[in-house]
């Protein structure tokens, strides 16, 4: 089983920035494509940024692009999202999640961690 540990959320001032961080545990890391999924109230778990195997190509959900980075380190089973210029749009829950490819189709999931942009 996949297990993943989400963690770095917090309250934060529009305009600030966070760096979430995604351990993963029960697999290789390295041999699958990783994403970050939010959650906001009220609404569906949406992707807003994966990173492939191998060459570590990115893609960004056009609401975060050029203000969230997703970056891999597979020695240490952990995948970063660093986020800045956030917004209260960006308030949710946030996941992260593997697959073989980007886009990440889910099938296990940890607690997420939860990030609130407030003023």
């Known amino acids: 089983q996949l297990n993943f540990v989400e963690s770095g959320g917090g309250l934060v001032q529009p305009g600030g920035s966070l760096r979430l961080s995604c351990v993963a545990s029960?697999?290789?890391?390295?041999?699958?494509?990783i994403a970050w999924f939010r959650q906001a109230p009220g609404k569906g778990r949406e992707e807003i940024s994966c990173?492939?195997?191998?060459?570590?190509?990115?893609t960004y959900a056009d609401s975060v692009e050029g203000r969230f980075t997703i970056s891999r380190h597979d020695v240490n089973n952990t995948v970063y999202l660093q986020m800045s210029s956030l917004e209260p749009e960006d308030t949710a829950t946030y996941y992260c999640?593997?697959?073989?490819?980007?886009?990440?189709?889910?099938?296990?999931w940890g607690q997420g961690t939860q990030v609130t942009v407030s003023s």
């Open positions: 990173i492939t195997r191998i060459l570590g190509h990115t």
């Open positions: 029960g697999f290789t890391l390295e041999y699958y494509a």
């Open positions: 999640a593997a697959d073989l490819n980007c886009p990440v189709h889910a099938e296990y």
